[in-house]
């Protein structure tokens, strides 16, 4: 996915309207969606299984699942959605695990907002928090974790 060196020298807002005109992109979000989609099934099962299964406090619990969805989309993402074999496995990894960090400590403090501040029950608002820093993940791991070096 080479893009050409004036596409590189222009703004930011420019590149993001040039990338919006590839399909190749379209298709790069479709993927990550539907590894998304399995990392949110296997986020929830997890999440559902700690807090009422096991009786894991719910932030606790949060952080359990993302740890077991964030491995399970490393692997999807890496190979099938960004195919981004041919870099340096180690170094995506670390960055995959920064940008899914920085969204999970989003996502938890969405979370508490949402059951402590509005009253939602833990699941749903389990589900509307990984909703919500979806976007964030999505261009932290375009961006940056698997980034194409043309």
Not at 90 to 97: C, D, E, G, K, V
């Amino acid at each position: 996915m080479h893009e050409d060196a004036t596409t590189m020298e222009l703004r930011p807002h420019i590149r993001l309207l040039h990338g919006m005109r590839r399909p190749a992109n379209w298709l790069q979000l479709v993927r990550f969606g539907l590894v998304g989609g399995v990392g949110f099934v296997v986020n929830l099962l997890v999440y559902t299984l700690f807090v009422h299964g096991a009786g894991v406090e719910y932030r606790v619990a949060s952080v359990a699942a993302w740890l077991v969805a964030v491995l399970n989309n490393f692997v999807l993402n890496r190979h099938w959605t960004f195919d981004a074999r041919g870099g340096q496995a180690r170094f995506q990894a670390i960055r995959f695990l920064l940008v899914s960090l920085v969204a999970e400590v989003i996502a938890l403090l969405l979370l508490t907002l949402l059951v402590e501040a509005g009253g939602i029950a833990k699941i749903p608002a389990q589900a509307l928090a990984i909703g919500a820093v979806t976007p964030l993940n999505f261009l932290g791991n375009k961006l940056w974790s698997f980034r194409s070096r043309a």
